[in-house]
Antibody, heavy 122, light 109 residues
């Protein structure tokens, strides 16, 4: 069974750094792209970025380029999303989602993590 | 780039059919058959219900169907049930990027 298990809720102050995680199991982690998706309170889904754990090739959405860093450790089957300096506007639920197999040029997100609530408040 | 365009809300009575549209451009929906749809109930993670324009994952009711014409994709839900009340998001892959629609809140009257 494919599973993506995310790290727990975080409460941080503006300016602090943060790294949240997403551990995959039940499949060959290194061969599927993994995406991060933001959902701000009461709002829709926004694609932040995506990584191919096999070689760490990464792509970012224009609104998130330079704002966050996506990484992955294929030895532990874990993807990460990190901030160097949080803002109150980063308050949101963050989902990881398994994308397509490496032999495909694109696709869909068939499995999602449970979400990580990040709250940034002074 | 802008998100894909969906109506903010739709509604229907039990047993009826509704269609949610998702409009993109010739650079995304119009070119790629990597259109997918997700259902999200309050407080839950999104769930894939349609992939590659019109395919249903195992376990998804055949009341859900998808199609595409030009730059617009559509999700049709037939025989509406109370449990279908949720938010629905379309998604399209394009070269080196992914776009989501703004979401449609479906109310079952």
């Amino acid at each position: 069974e494919v599973q993506l298990v995310q790290s727990g809720a975080e409460v941080k102050k503006p300016g602090e750094s943060l790294k949240i995680s997403c551990k995959g199991s039940g499949y060959t982690f290194s061969r599927y792209w993994i995406a991060w998706v933001r959902q701000m309170p009461g709002k829709g889904l926004e694609w932040m970025g995506i990584i191919y754990p096999g070689d760490s090739e990464t792509r970012y959405g224009p609104s998130f380029q330079g704002q966050v860093t996506v990484s992955a450790d294929k030895s532990t089957s874990t993807a990460y999303l990190q901030w160097s300096s949080l803002r109150a506007s980063d308050t949101a639920i963050y989902y990881c989602a398994r994308g397509w197999l490496d032999i495909q040029p694109g696709g869909f997100f068939g499995h999602w993590g449970q979400g990580t609530q990040v709250t940034v408040s002074s | 780039q802008s998100a894909l365009t969906q109506p903010a809300s739709e509604s229907g009575s039990p047993g009826q059919s509704i269609t949610i549209s998702c409009t993109g451009t010739s650079s995304d929906v119009g070119t790629y058959n990597y259109v997918s749809w997700y259902q999200q109930h309050p407080g839950k993670a999104p769930r894939l219900i349609i992939y590659d324009v019109s395919n249903r994952p195992s376990g998804v009711s055949n009341r859900f169907s998808g199609s595409k014409s030009g730059n617009t994709a559509s999700l049709t839900i037939s025989g509406l049930q109370a449990e279908d009340e949720a938010d629905y998001y379309c998604c399209s892959y394009a070269v080196s990027r992914v776009l989501f629609g703004g979401g449609t809140k479906l109310t079952v009257l």
